[in-house]
């Protein structure tokens, strides 16, 4: 519902108030926003993983290092990293 065209058919019950309808617009809205923010999740997901192989690709590598070499500075912990080039 677009409450700034009014020749768009108002969506909800007649009856509601300019309140009720905004509130109920806001609600579309959040629910919409939700959905986006999964689909940028899936997408940022997927542009880290190798289809093909189903493991990190080089970007998701990196990402990850980056990760792994924050978390061994701020605790002073011991790592290791196993490398293979496919």
Not at 15 to 20: I, R, V
Not at 28 to 34: G, M, S, Y
Not at 60 to 84: D, M, Q
Request: charged letters at 35%; hydrophobic letters at 45%.
């Amino acid at each position: 519902m677009a409450l700034d065209k009014p020749d768009q058919p108002r969506t909800g019950n007649p009856a509601m108030g300019p309140a009720a309808l905004l509130r109920a617009e806001v609600e579309r809205l959040k629910a919409d926003l939700i959905k986006a923010e999964w689909k940028i999740a899936e997408l940022e997901a997927r542009a880290d993983i190798d289809p093909l192989l189903d493991i990190f690709n080089r970007r998701g590598f990196e990402r990850e290092l980056a990760r792994s070499l924050a978390y061994v500075k701020r605790y002073r912990t011991a790592a290791v990293l196993v490398y293979i080039d496919l």
